[in-house]
């Protein structure tokens, strides 16, 4: 009697975990669709920008250094920056414009179109997180959003620490429920709601724990990012799914593949630092946010970026 005493507490917490798990599974296809789109961004010369508030601010430092320093020996590691662990970035943005905007000034600062934006929506009050991700957006950034689906703070004996800062509704990014198990408080705490939590913001990826429990949430979360970083991987090195972008040229004058620096003249400057420029077999967009250039200028590009203005029409 005493031994199945004992095992109560373990049966209890493995039966809060069965539903989310079973949605996890469902979810399968959009965690391979998201992971396929991150490894074409990489493809292109994009980082990962990652990152949340509160304990979410750990896992978007854990994430970047999944792709960063690779567990797995022989494994390529991909550019990713946490933009939550730079405390002087953070609370120097914060006391100058306020803390909702800690992530969006760093996102318009350092994003690039061709980079992934992973935001972890956990918090209805991540007003720093949706500022983010509505920045990413606005650049042409892939954008990422890791939800839950219940305020933490209507979950009975949730941790009053986290309780101030509630999991997110599942923000609606098509058929979230599509093949989720129905039936129980397991899958969808009290106070779940499938509402738009970013006030119908676009996200290309939805990646939700399907849970009200903010401890098991996270736990969906650290598995959806472990697999993510598992795909890409696959995706990226597997020449099957042929990623190579459209704008490669064999002849090595590709600016976002090519090894040595490309000149191109300048055709269109437009706003957000970006330049169209004329690759002499198409037109590409770059960015230009490192130099002066004008329409009509010859710029050495690298990896997309502008690095100098060799003269031109403009200069």
Not at 286 to 292: D, G, R, T, Y
Request: with cysteine.
């Amino acid at each position: 009697m005493g031994q199945q005493a004992g095992t109560a507490p373990l049966d209890e917490a493995a039966a809060r975990r069965a539903g989310p798990g079973r949605a996890l599974a469902a979810d399968a296809g959009r965690i391979v669709t998201c992971a396929l789109d991150m490894a074409e961004r990489f493809h292109r010369k994009g980082r990962l920008l990652t990152f949340g508030d509160g304990a979410a601010a750990a896992d978007a430092g854990h994430l970047a250094v999944e792709f960063t320093h690779p567990v797995i020996v022989g494994k390529r590691a991909l550019p990713a920056i946490s933009l939550a662990n730079d405390a002087a970035a953070v609370s120097g943005i914060a006391a100058a414009s306020g803390y909702d905007s800690v992530f969006a000034t760093q996102l318009r600062l350092l994003g690039r179109p061709e980079d992934i934006a992973v935001g972890f929506l956990t918090g209805d009050r991540c007003g720093s997180v949706r500022a983010a991700l509505a920045a990413a957006r606005d650049l042409g950034m892939l954008t990422v959003a890791l939800t839950a689906s219940t305020p933490a703070a209507s979950i009975p004996g949730a941790n009053p620490l986290t309780a101030g800062t509630p999991t997110a509704s599942i923000l609606t990014a098509g058929p979230l429920t599509a093949g989720v198990p129905s039936g129980g408080a397991e899958e969808t705490a009290p106070g779940g709601s499938d509402d738009d939590g970013v006030g119908g913001l676009e996200i290309d990826h939805v990646l939700p724990a399907r849970t009200g429990d903010p401890r098991v949430a996270r736990e969906i979360h650290v598995t959806i990012y472990h697999v993510l970083w598992e795909l890409v991987h696959v995706f990226y090195e597997d020449p099957v799914f042929s990623l190579t972008p459209a704008a490669c040229h064999d002849d090595g004058g590709c600016v976002t593949c090519a090894d040595t620096a490309v000149p191109v003249r300048v055709t269109e400057v437009r706003d957000g630092g970006l330049a169209v420029v004329d690759t002499g077999s198409g037109t590409e967009e770059i960015s230009v946010a490192l130099v002066e250039a004008r329409v009509g200028d010859v710029v050495l590009v690298h990896a997309k970026e502008a690095i100098a203005v060799l003269g031109g029409d403009g200069a």
